[in-house]
């Protein structure tokens, strides 16, 4: 099944022009040498370079009894261009190492294998390279990708957790909570919205809500040296997180604040930055003010209303 | 115990300086920001980039029963490093993402890391980010790692599989066969002959051993579209292909030719060069040119005594 693996995603990635026996400019022009040899070569490119890295497994981000293949190949590699645009880059080449259970059918992994494509291709990345095995054991999908911070951006040295600043307001950029719904294999990576604000405003700081709303302000605000006062009301909860709590003894609130998965981009900006976007319908629509970074109780995240702390929660992976 | 190691890989790599709070003038030249945030950044290089990833898995690569944590962690980069060196690259930048078992404890996964960062450290390469979780199952370590062509190379693309030419010498780098005895656990990449070869002469073709010589060399010549001859008596054969054979009732030779995870450098070159080479004992004692590269019997690989078909098979990972 291996080698059977390997000549068909050989073969797939040359259809869609990646492959190193296609014609050179048939090649993006950063990648140099495709898939098929010991690595992949990129050109040497005058921009600052992002790295990253996820793997999901498993019964652990996915159950491979319930979620259809391709869902989990658009998820493996969904959370790393997450990643990416939260630290206000371009996605560019990926390299996907498929450990694969022995049952697993030479069908579902070519399903699995597109669905990684499809989504890499909708995003811009190409996938170059990476590796797979089979064993007795559950199925993990490790993807490492590169990005580049664009030339004409704001925050030439990318987006960090560690820039917020007093006074900064926190800003989401969509609904959250209930994710465990559906949501964690179906969403977005928000991209073009990373894309849209590196062109307009600077960000002071910026993550991706993988572990939860308060676990990931948390990050944030520890490694800025700041504190954080949260306007609950504004807070957009999801439906999901509203249909998850008639049954979880949670309410929609707490499923907004600690549930994770959601990878909505978690951010600081001036007040300033924050009017520029209100004569723009599209981020009106999408990004939401939800309290403000201040320079006293370091570390903390209080509820701005009742002054209680907000203790960070979130899943786990294991 | 995934917070407490997170922790602890940030506190570990900061001691090693490439954390994302020392100053900036800690990080190595090519790091701007190291691990702890969604993503690494590295500083844009005006030199060709190469990657590659590999993931190793209980009871496929290694025992967990059998072997020691820090040797799995020294042979996770280590086979990376491999493809490096057989790209003819210097290694730069790392991605190290854990799956451990539930039950693997605190001190088994600093022990593992440590193993990782040790080899990283002593090749000149930086673990730069990464992921972990833990689950029911194996243990799966997957690594990604760049590298760069050097300026002052004879082949400033990169070594590729593909560029094997009629009339060239086919060289190996060491001893072959009966890896499985312990040496697929211990060996050293390549990476220091590389570089030295990269001086010194032009390489053709390049791979490293990881799948068996016959399977390895099928690659090339495939890649390159010519035959290949073997001097089957100039094939240095290791002791422990010796040590195997009283067991497994395989030939020395045998485990030689077929045999995986050696890790020596498979290389086509000029006579020429490889004269230049005879000068220096350093080269004359490790390499070993053992058959040629011919224009005939495309694809196939040929005993030179016998004009018998070497059929390529090796360890298939699963």
Redesign the interface.
Known sequence: ???KLIGWIEQHLKEHRFA??APDSDLPPNV??GV????????????????????I?????FDLNVHDVSDIGHKAIAVNLS??A??G?VPE?A???L??P?SFTFDKAQRLFSGITATADRFGAQV???????????L?I?V?L??R?PCDSNSP??W???GARSGDLIVVSGPLGGSILGRHLKFEPRLQLASSLQKRIEIHA???ISDSLSTDLSHIIR?SNVGAELDCMKIPVSDAAHELSISSGETPLQHALHDGEDFELLLTMSESSFATLHDDPGFDNTLKAIGRVVDDHVGSILNAATFEKIVPSGY???
Chains 1, 2 share one sequence.
């Open positions: 099944m291996e080698q190193d026996d140099v040498l098929g040899d010991d690595g992949a070569i990129l050109a040497a490119r005058n921009l600052p370079q992002v790295l990253v890295a996820d793997s497994v498993d019964q652990v981000h990643d990416v939260a630290m880059a080449s390299l996907v190492s450990v694969l022995r170059i390279g990476g590796d797979t095995c089979s064993h007795d054991g559950p993990v490790n490492s590169t990005g911070i040295h990318g960090r957790m560690a910026a993550t991706d490694k786990e992976h294991g």
